[in-house]
Structures are given as C-alpha cells and as structure tokens.
C-alpha cells in the first residue's frame, strides 16, 4: 500500500523532508526516552560523527 509506520524521537521529523509525513506525538507524558552516545574513550571520532556529538550536546546538554 505504501504506508508504514514507525517510532522515532521528535527531532528526527524536523530534519527530513518526506511528502506526506506526519508526526503525531504521544499525549501520554510517560512515553519519554532518554537520548544517549555510548562511544570507546580511545577511539577517534570521524568529522560527522564529531558533529553529531556536538548537535546531540547542543540540543540536550544544559550547559
């Protein structure tokens, strides 16, 4: 039918750009999810995953 459906996090929905997306967030104040990396301490990071580090941290980090 060329439908689907699927779970993700709020923010992925304002990045992407597919016609007739819909985002439909949950009422339920309990359906939350912690965002987290997990990454080796030794191991270099690329350029990308560098940015996405630092876009994680600057959407959810009080700092």
Do not use: H, K
Not at 18 to 30: K, Q, V
Not at 36 to 50: D, E, F, H, I, K
């Amino acid at each position: 039918m060329g439908q689907g459906l699927g779970i993700s996090v709020d923010f992925i929905a304002d990045f992407i750009q597919i016609p007739n997306l819909r985002m439909i967030p949950f009422e339920d104040p309990s359906f939350l999810w912690p965002v987290g990396l997990v990454r080796r301490r030794n191991v270099a990071l690329s350029p990308a995953g560098q940015r996405f580090c630092r876009f994680l941290q600057s959407r959810f980090c009080d700092a």
